[in-house]
């Protein structure tokens, strides 16, 4: 465009304005006859652009990577998605919306503008994301999914500007407002101005006060005291992980010398378990489905990996899935932050860095900042030369007359659209119904619920003097808890009236959320009433269970483990060191199911005090290949003295498809002294029920002993031949918390496997325990295994309550 403009200038004033084809062909010749002015500049601005960009270019072309397409609002499409519109569109675009008239007529009368009026179009389209097919069409498949189309509304509203500022210098102080204080009077001009000023003014306070009404990003964060912990003991050494810190992730991570798994620039990952999926960021993974979830939960499993050892979380909805893949509760820190930590986690391992010639080193850290020198310099020095050469007396003859109708529309628009859109959002604040019929009056109850905004919910209640807000918090406190909704998100309301009359209604209500152990789905029947014009929710009946005992007790075993036994400042000592616990593999066994092989068996803690174990398996395949798998969330990490646990590690390579292709198996585990998660829940009673074809059905009955409420009651389900060889296991959550002195029961189905699964004996398997080889103990039977259809189950509780953190 720059180009273009500079030969319209140089050609005659009458070959401006005759037929465009003529003009288009008087372009060219232009061109043709400056064509050494065209090709220095083209070649002096090629060259500088690509001298300031080749350190990035040669990077990414001699160490690329294959990035999934990361979803991204601003390719959605604008109409069926209407908040990204709102954030990519219409809000840093409303006032070039606003303008277009008068802008496309200064664009269009003069033809030197025509290139610019081509990329402002065309960069207009190319932001409207997916609202059209035509950008997809114009940038192709892989573009479109790899770009952020944002850019491209910015680099809109950059050429809009000076057109923008031309008209509405007009409308204040030129022709524009001549036109209406001659045609009117100066009153409705002012009036005219005033209210398209006050109503642009309040658009610009909503959208800096968004946040308030639609939180965008957590609250803020005091970063310090996570400083201070990674700063002291070496904590360092290890990589750490951010869980619901929003964009402050990287506010921390720029202020500390710790190196973490996460991060913004997305171009530069390079672990497969990132690249492979479309996630932006592990730290709002509960934001980005199943698939941000499954990558979170492959960093947590596989910590070692990555030298990954402390997670920093300011979201309890990971507490359940940091919980069941091994990880421990340490310190609250002095800012509310929840410190996890995994045991058994080596330090970070020395990698060299990438080979980077200097010169491109010096390039990057220093073409960037001369560019913009560069720039203010050219600047100034031809700001000086028009006032030298009067130029800007020139530039301020230029004609702003624009015709009648582009007068009306252009200023009338900014009013009218703001106004609007003001009007739009204060109607939908204040005077939207939200009582109007049974499925809107139910829909708005459970948002209310999902962001737990009790006190709002509670006013969709039919109002009864028996039944007050207190009554309402009173039994919500000891009925309600658990997984649902505790520890869960919203994802999906479906409401199904089963009677509708003039004043009353039945309807089902089935709920689907998202939780980081996987979905969860409930279904409830609420009545409702029509009074005053409004729909009511009947509060349902609240039955109490109290436990018999008044006052309960419960002897708990805590171990302490004191930690250094020298004040030194160095890493370890002699005097520091701890003797590894004992523990013993009682079962090992690999198993193939269909399409599935995978790896179960059972780990005794033969010591005397609590132990946290690290499980990784190692197979080698036939071709020297070695995988390293983790267990995930079916095994019990933390053991009480002479406890024990089942465990099962999936085996997801491609290469398993064919047993013959793996050569031997090798089990490590590695232990450490724990004082924290040993405590699962105490002992549920159970019976099963043989269903026919191998389904079992389990009746799980829980009786919760301990003085502290069961937060997420759960059984460890393993199936078992008479021989007590382990076939499976799995984990089973209950929905709702367990109070203390109360009973819960809930059964699970479970379909067997030994009859058409197999035991590949044929294949190797080693274990060793803390780098020590060691022998599998001799198969012992399991009596009650064996009376209860071959299930054995173990508790596998979450607690919230920190009573290892005193």
Same mark, same amino acid.
């Given at each position: /465009?720059?180009?273009?403009?500079?030969?319209?200038?140089?050609?005659?004033?009458?070959?401006?304005?005759?037929?465009? !084809?003529?003009?288009?062909?008087?372009?060219?010749?232009?061109?043709?006859?400056?064509?050494?002015?065209?090709?220095?500049?083209?070649?002096?601005?090629?060259?500088?652009?690509?001298?300031? &960009?080749?350190?990035?270019? !040669?990077?990414?072309?001699?160490?690329?990577?294959?990035?999934?397409?990361?979803?991204?609002?601003?390719?959605?499409?604008?109409?069926?998605?209407?908040?990204?519109?709102?954030?990519?569109?219409?809000?840093?675009?409303?006032?070039?919306?606003?303008?277009?008239?008068?802008?496309?007529?200064? +664009?269009?009368?003069?033809?030197?503008?025509?290139?610019?009026?081509?990329?402002?179009?065309?960069?207009?389209?190319?932001?409207?994301?997916?609202?059209?097919?035509?950008?997809?069409?114009?940038?192709?498949?892989?573009?479109?999914?790899?770009?952020?189309?944002?850019?491209?509304?910015?680099?809109?509203?950059?050429?809009?500007?000076?057109?923008?500022?031309?008209?509405?210098?007009?409308?204040?102080?030129?022709?524009?407002?001549?036109?209406?204080?001659?045609?009117?009077?100066?009153?409705?001009?002012?009036?005219?101005?005033?209210?398209?000023?006050?109503?642009?003014?309040?658009?610009?306070?909503?959208?800096?006060?968004?946040?308030?009404?639609?939180?965008?990003?957590?609250?803020?964060?005091?970063?310090?005291?996570?400083?201070?912990?990674?700063?002291?003991?070496?904590?360092?050494?290890?990589?750490? +992980?951010?869980?619901?810190?929003?964009?402050?992730?990287?506010?921390?991570?720029?202020?500390?010398?710790?190196?973490?798994?996460?991060?913004?620039?997305?171009?530069?990952?390079?672990? /497969?378990?990132?690249?492979?999926?479309?996630?932006?960021?592990?730290?709002?993974?509960?934001?980005?489905?199943?698939?941000?979830?499954?990558?979170?939960?492959?960093?947590?499993?596989?910590?070692?990996?990555?030298?990954?050892?402390?997670?920093?979380?300011?979201?309890?909805?990971?507490?359940?899935?940091?919980?069941?893949?091994?990880?421990?509760?340490?310190?609250?820190?002095?800012?509310?932050?929840?410190?996890?930590?995994?045991?058994?986690?080596?330090?970070?391992?020395?990698?060299?860095?990438?080979?980077?010639?200097?010169?491109?080193?010096?390039?990057?850290?220093?073409?960037?900042?001369?560019?913009?020198?560069?720039?203010?310099?050219?600047?100034?020095?031809?700001?000086?030369?028009?006032?030298?050469?009067?130029?800007?007396?020139?530039?301020?003859?230029?004609?702003?007359?624009?015709?009648?109708?582009?007068?009306?529309?252009?200023?009338?628009?900014?009013?009218?659209?703001?106004?609007?859109?003001?009007?739009?959002?204060?109607?939908?604040?204040?005077?939207?119904?939200?009582?109007?019929?049974?499925?809107?009056?139910?829909?708005?109850?459970?948002?209310?619920?999902?962001?737990?905004?009790?006190?709002?919910?509670?006013?969709?209640?039919?109002?009864?003097?028996?039944?007050?807000?207190?009554?309402?918090?009173?039994?919500?406190?000891?009925?309600?808890?658990?997984?649902?909704?505790?520890?869960?998100?919203?994802?999906?309301?479906?409401?199904?009236?089963?009677?509708?009359?003039?004043?009353?209604?039945?309807?089902?209500?089935?709920?689907?959320?998202?939780?980081?152990?996987?979905?969860?789905?409930?279904?409830?029947?609420?009545?409702?009433?029509?009074?005053?014009?409004?729909?009511?929710?009947?509060?349902?009946?609240?039955?109490?269970?109290?436990?018999?005992?008044?006052?309960?007790?419960?002897?708990?075993?805590?171990?302490?483990?004191?930690? =250094?036994?020298?004040?030194?400042?160095?890493?370890?000592?002699?005097?520091?060191?701890? =003797?590894?616990? !004992?523990?013993?593999?009682?079962?090992?066994?690999?198993?193939?199911?269909?399409?599935?092989?995978?790896?179960?068996?059972?780990?005794?803690?033969?010591?005397?005090?609590?132990?946290?174990?690290?499980?990784?398996?190692?197979?080698?395949?036939?071709?020297?290949?070695?995988?390293?798998?983790?267990?995930?969330?079916?095994?019990?990490?933390?053991?009480? /003295? =002479?406890?024990?646990?089942?465990?099962?590690?999936?085996?997801?390579?491609?290469?398993?498809?064919?047993?013959?292709?793996?050569?031997?198996?090798?089990?490590?585990?590695?232990?450490?002294?724990?004082?924290?998660?040993?405590?699962?829940?105490?002992?549920?009673?159970?019976?099963?029920?043989?269903?026919?074809?191998?389904?079992?059905?389990?009746?799980?009955?829980?009786?919760?002993?301990?003085?502290?409420?069961?937060?997420? /009651?759960?059984?460890?389900?393993?199936?078992?031949?008479?021989?007590?060889?382990?076939?499976?296991?799995?984990?089973?959550?209950?929905?709702?918390?367990?109070?203390?002195?109360?009973?819960?029961?809930?059964?699970?189905?479970?379909?067997?496997?030994?009859?058409?699964?197999?035991?590949?004996?044929?294949?190797?398997?080693?274990?060793?325990?803390?780098?020590?080889?060691?022998?599998?103990?001799?198969?012992?039977?399991?009596?009650?295994?064996?009376?209860?259809?071959? &299930?054995?189950?173990?508790?596998?509780?979450?607690?919230?309550?920190?009573?290892?953190?005193?």
């Amino acid at each position: /465009p720059t180009i273009f403009m500079a030969l319209v200038d140089g050609m005659r004033k009458e070959q401006k304005t005759g037929n465009f !084809f003529v003009f288009v062909l008087d372009v060219i010749v232009e061109a043709l006859n400056r064509y050494r002015q065209i090709l220095s500049f083209g070649i002096l601005m090629i060259l500088f652009a690509v001298g300031l &960009i080749f350190p990035y270019w !040669f990077w990414s072309a001699t160490d690329p990577i294959t990035q999934v397409s990361i979803p991204h609002g601003s390719r959605d499409n604008f109409i069926e998605e209407f908040s990204s519109g709102l954030v990519f569109y219409i809000i840093p675009l409303a006032m070039v919306v606003a303008l277009l008239p008068a802008m496309t007529y200064d +664009l269009i009368k003069k033809r030197r503008f025509l290139a610019w009026a081509v990329s402002l179009f065309l960069c207009l389209l190319l932001g409207s994301g997916n609202t059209t097919p035509l950008p997809k069409m114009l940038l192709g498949e892989n573009a479109f999914n790899i770009l952020t189309l944002d850019r491209f509304g910015f680099w809109a509203s950059i050429i809009a500007l000076p057109f923008m500022a031309k008209f509405i210098n007009s409308f204040l102080n030129g022709s524009v407002k001549q036109f209406w204080v001659k045609r009117y009077s100066e009153r409705t001009h002012f009036i005219l101005s005033g209210l398209s000023g006050f109503s642009y003014l309040l658009f610009i306070a909503f959208i800096f006060h968004l946040g308030s009404f639609r939180p965008l990003q957590p609250p803020e964060v005091d970063i310090q005291p996570i400083q201070n912990f990674l700063n002291r003991d070496e904590h360092m050494r290890w990589r750490y +992980l951010t869980l619901g810190f929003g964009d402050q992730m990287a506010w921390l991570s720029a202020n500390t010398m710790a190196a973490t798994v996460d991060g913004n620039y997305h171009s530069a990952r390079r672990l /497969p378990e990132l690249t492979s999926r479309p996630v932006e960021r592990l730290e709002n993974a509960k934001f980005l489905g199943p698939e941000g979830l499954a990558s979170l939960q492959d960093f947590l499993t596989r910590a070692e990996k990555y030298q990954l050892k402390y997670v920093f979380s300011n979201d309890r909805y990971y507490d359940p899935l940091l919980y069941y893949t091994g990880w421990n509760r340490t310190i609250r820190l002095e800012n509310g932050i929840m410190v996890w930590e995994k045991k058994n986690i080596s330090t970070i391992k020395p990698v060299d860095p990438t080979d980077l010639h200097p010169t491109l080193k010096y390039m990057w850290g220093i073409f960037p900042l001369c560019s913009l020198a560069i720039a203010m310099l050219l600047t100034t020095f031809y700001l000086i030369k028009l006032k030298t050469h009067d130029g800007f007396g020139f530039l301020i003859l230029n004609n702003d007359q624009y015709p009648k109708r582009i007068i009306y529309v252009t200023s009338l628009i900014p009013l009218v659209f703001f106004s609007c859109f003001m009007g739009l959002q204060i109607h939908e604040l204040l005077f939207i119904k939200k009582q109007s019929d049974p499925t809107t009056t139910i829909k708005h109850f459970y948002h209310e619920l999902d962001f737990q905004r009790f006190e709002d919910a509670f006013k969709f209640f039919a109002p009864t003097p028996t039944y007050s807000l207190d009554q309402y918090l009173l039994e919500k406190s000891v009925n309600d808890g658990g997984i649902l909704p505790s520890y869960a998100k919203l994802e999906e309301v479906r409401v199904v009236e089963l009677k509708r009359s003039q004043d009353s209604s039945r309807a089902s209500v089935h709920t689907k959320w998202n939780t980081s152990l996987g979905y969860q789905e409930k279904t409830e029947l609420l009545d409702l009433v029509y009074r005053d014009g409004r729909w009511y929710i009947i509060p349902p009946e609240f039955t109490p269970e109290i436990p018999e005992e008044q006052v309960r007790s419960y002897t708990y075993t805590l171990f302490k483990k004191q930690g =250094k036994r020298v004040i030194s400042s160095f890493p370890t000592v002699k005097d520091d060191r701890v =003797k590894k616990p !004992f523990a013993a593999f009682k079962q090992v066994n690999l198993i193939q199911n269909g399409d599935r092989t995978f790896l179960t068996g059972e780990i005794l803690n033969a010591d005397a005090f609590p132990i946290g174990v690290a499980l990784k398996a190692v197979v080698k395949y036939k071709n020297g290949q070695l995988v390293n798998y983790y267990p995930t969330t079916a095994f019990q990490y933390n053991l009480a /003295p =002479k406890g024990s646990s089942f465990f099962q590690i999936d085996l997801d390579s491609p290469a398993l498809t064919e047993s013959d292709q793996i050569s031997d198996v090798h089990v490590f585990a590695d232990t450490d002294v724990s004082e924290r998660g040993y405590i699962h829940g105490g002992t549920p009673g159970y019976s099963t029920v043989d269903m026919g074809d191998g389904l079992i059905k389990i009746n799980t009955k829980y009786y919760n002993e301990l003085t502290l409420d069961i937060n997420i /009651p759960g059984i460890l389900i393993a199936e078992k031949d008479d021989n007590g060889t382990v076939w499976q296991v799995q984990q089973e959550l209950h929905p709702t918390s367990l109070r203390s002195g109360l009973n819960l029961e809930f059964d699970t189905d479970v379909q067997l496997i030994q009859e058409y699964a197999q035991r590949l004996s044929n294949i190797p398997v080693q274990v060793s325990i803390n780098g020590q080889p060691r022998e599998i103990l001799a198969l012992e039977k399991d009596d009650l295994a064996i009376r209860n259809s071959g &299930i054995a189950i173990l508790p596998h509780c979450f607690i919230s309550q920190e009573i290892f953190l005193q």
